[in-house]
């Protein structure tokens, strides 16, 4: 999947700082299962592997505006998964 700036965005330091990091991360966090692969990175593209399922904030927050749908077990699962991402950083 290619992640780009949109082009309502200006082309700023800021931008291309938040990018860089995006990919460095990305890079040294290969090993992980929980992190998507990066293949490639020029400027503000980024090029990766395609990760299913959403956003986490699409999981927690649903775009209705409603109340997230997770049971108790789905959260617990949610936050597992999320802390042994972190803990591979």
Request: glycine share 6%; aromatic share 8%; with cysteine.
């Amino acid at each position: 999947v290619m992640k780009t700036l949109r082009y309502i965005h200006e082309y700023t330091s800021r931008n291309y700082d938040r990018h860089r990091r995006d990919a460095v991360v990305m890079d040294q966090l290969t090993s992980s299962e929980h992190i998507a692969d990066i293949y490639s990175h020029c400027g503000n593209s980024i090029f990766s592997e395609f990760a299913t399922g959403g956003t986490i904030s699409d999981v927690i927050w649903p775009l209705n505006g409603g109340n997230s749908t997770l049971s108790s077990f789905e959260k617990l699962q949610l936050s597992l998964k999320i802390a042994q991402a972190v803990r591979d950083v």
